[in-house]
T-cell receptor, first 118, second 112 residues
Framework: GAVVSQHPSWVICKSGTSVKIECRSL??????MFWYRQFPKQSLMLMAT?????????EQGVEKDKFLINHASLTLSTLTVTSAHPEDSSFYIC??????????????FGPGTRLTVL | KNQVEQSPQSLIILEGKNCTLQ??????????LRWYKQDTGRGPVSLTI?????NTKSNGRYTATLDADTKQSSLHITASQLSDSASYIC???????????FGSGTKLNVKP
């Protein structure tokens, strides 16, 4: 099956620093990648949708200048949390949509990145 | 309004017992419905995917059903194991493939 990886799996940083999270589709080309945030005991909340080569589309209430998304290739998308604060501490999960014919409605999730901001 | 509602919110069962989780949706146009299992601290993993024309699909001890007329789906877990303890999320894909609607999940706890 299709595999999506995330790096790092966990990160601890100081308040005010920036953190970059990578999301890679390992064995397929992802025309679209999604970024989610999940707080404890809550469901996934979609933050933004990114299409390769174009600007990401952010969900209402998500600051695009704080959560920078780059989808530079068909296998890599990055989420940078800029000037992180403790309230940004969360579990960040990416997913990738397989762009192949007949697979376009399939979404594969990464294992998630636990961000803790001190 | 496109919504996905899951019930129950949480469930505790004894190991070896069966259970059924529910998912009701109002998403239109409907493309497909997926059940995911999410272990604590991990990303969701797909269990089953069902399109409009499919009524039931199995994956080992997991069996999903879909009634497209009533817009309801269920996930039945047979002979539960301790490793089944997780959150189960129902996700409905709308006709335009970039829209996925998530249920809030059912937290299942299987006790020995």
């Amino acid at each position: 099956g299709a595999v999506v990886s995330q790096h790092p799996s966990w990160v601890i940083c100081k308040s005010g620093t920036s953190v970059k999270i990578e999301c890679r589709s390992l064995d397929f080309q992802a025309t679209t990648m999604f970024w989610y945030r999940q707080f404890p005991k809550q469901s996934l909340m979609l933050m933004a949708t990114s299409n390769e080569g174009s600007k990401a589309t952010y969900e209402q209430g998500v600051e695009k200048d704080k959560f920078l998304i780059n989808h530079a290739s068909l296998t890599l998308s990055t989420l940078t949390v800029t000037s992180a604060h403790p309230e940004d501490s969360s579990f960040y999960i990416c997913s990738a949509r397989d762009g192949r014919e007949g697979f376009s409605d399939t979404q594969y999730f990464g294992p998630g990145t636990r961000l803790t901001v001190l | 309004k496109n919504q996905v509602e899951q019930s129950p919110q949480s469930l505790i069962i004894l190991e070896g017992k069966n259970c059924t989780l529910q998912c009701n949706y109002t998403v239109s146009p409907f493309s497909n419905l997926r059940w995911y299992k999410q272990d604590t601290g991990r990303g969701p993993v797909s269990l089953t995917i069902m399109t409009f024309s499919e009524n039931t699909k199995s994956n080992g001890r997991y069996t999903a059903t879909l009634d497209a007329d009533t817009k309801q789906s269920s996930l039945h877990i047979t002979a539960s194991q301790l490793s089944d303890s997780a959150s189960y999320i129902c996700v409905v894909s709308a006709g335009n493939f970039n829209k996925f609607y998530f249920g809030s999940g059912t937290k299942l706890n299987v006790k020995p």
